[in-house]
Nanobody
């Protein structure tokens, strides 16, 4: 069973940057799509970005395009989310998730079956 541990969240001013990391332990995740989701208070969990097993295919939600970059280092069992030009509306708990094998990326949380505990990102105005 894979365990996912996120880190890198914190408090940052609007316009700033953060890099989130997600380290996987246990079974490998190199054959799986990996995703970053977020959930703000009172809102549903939503996808932010996802990446194919080899890293060649990525998906970004519209609000993340041009500001966030997802990447992975399979040798280090780690997936990253670099976030720049942060806005107060990016404030949320960010979760790393393991998805299905293969290159087809899903943007639906129901297709991801292993989740980290989340890391809080707070963007002040």
């Amino acid at each position: 069973q894979v365990q996912l541990v996120e880190s890198g969240g914190g408090l940052v001013q609007a316009g700033g940057s953060l890099r989130l990391s997600c380290v996987a332990s246990g079974r490998t995740f190199v054959y799986n799509v990996m995703g970053w989701f977020r959930q703000a208070p009172g809102k549903e969990r939503e996808i932010v970005a996802a990446i194919s097993p080899g890293g060649g295919i990525t998906y970004y939600t519209d609000s993340a395009k041009g500001r966030f970059t997802i990447s992975r280092d399979n040798a280090k069992n780690t997936v990253y989310l670099h976030m720049s030009t942060l806005k107060p509306e990016d404030t949320a708990v960010y979760y790393c998730a393991k998805g299905p094998t293969g290159a087809t990326i899903s943007r639906f949380s129901r297709d991801y079956y292993t989740w980290g505990q989340g890391t809080q990102v707070t963007v002040s105005s």
